[in-house]
């Protein structure tokens, strides 16, 4: 079955520290990846998205992800992490409606 | 526009009960996506909808069932409840068309947390 999987489940950084939350996809099919995020009690909002073009890019809050066909990987990457970041993550693949299991980030002020 | 609402916003059954649960979209969305968030198994997909046809269904019994109407509104609803089913419900809509199906943004709404006793 085509999937997404998310290898990083808690990753904890210490503000302004660098970010890179793994997503890998499976052979097959349209790839559509987006990344959301879901803060605590929050519902799940668009970071970023990618369909074509481009391989590199670039979503809110200073986030942005790189789709690497040859290692089947769209990595979340931040330069600086905050505090506001604590989150959890989740990649999602939109044509086979499938999430990855999701990290949980807390960022220590 | 008006972001994606779900009613009710949480829930209190007991085993055996149905319960229906109810999204609007974003206006001008005509696909509607329904998912399961539960701490074990994450977020699942349940069904999506559009234009009133059910156009996938994921891994669920049939006890959970769904419908959108000619609104793009979407119930679903889960008969015989179990405690398993205590879960984050969330609803996803998108503006994309038959053409271009499954290439557009999923716009998440706040979800109804139903609880199962």
């Known amino acids: 079955a085509q999937s997404v999987s998310q290898h990083n489940h808690h990753v904890i950084l210490s503000e302004a520290a660098s970010l890179e939350l793994g997503c890998n996809y499976s052979?097959?099919?349209?790839?559509?990846l987006f990344w959301y995020v879901q803060y605590p009690g929050q519902h799940l909002q668009l970071l970023l998205k990618y369909f074509s073009g481009d391989p590199l890019v670039k979503g809110i809050k200073g986030f942005e992800a790189e789709f690497i066909k040859s290692k089947f990987s769209f990595n979340l990457r931040k330069p600086s992490v905050q505090w506001s970041d604590t989150a959890e993550y989740f990649c999602?693949?939109?044509?086979?409606?499938?999430f990855g299991s999701g990290t949980q980030l807390t960022v220590l002020p | 526009k008006a972001g994606v609402t779900q009613t009710p916003r949480y829930l209190i059954k007991t085993r055996g009960q149905q319960v229906t649960l109810s999204c609007s979209p974003i206006s001008g969305h005509r696909s509607v996506s329904w998912y399961q968030q539960t701490p074990g198994q994450g977020l699942q997909f349940l069904f999506e909808y559009f234009s009133e046809t059910q156009r996938n269904k994921g891994n669920f019994p049939g006890r959970f069932s769904g419908r959108q109407f000619s609104n793009s509104r979407s119930e679903m609803n889960v008969s015989t409840l179990e405690l398993g089913d205590s879960a984050l419900y969330l609803c996803a809509s998108s503006s994309e068309s038959i053409r271009l199906a499954g290439s557009d943004t999923q716009y998440f709404g706040p979800g109804t947390r139903l609880t199962v006793l």
């Open positions: 999602f693949r939109r044509r086979q409606l499938t």
């Open positions: 052979y097959g099919g349209t790839v559509n």
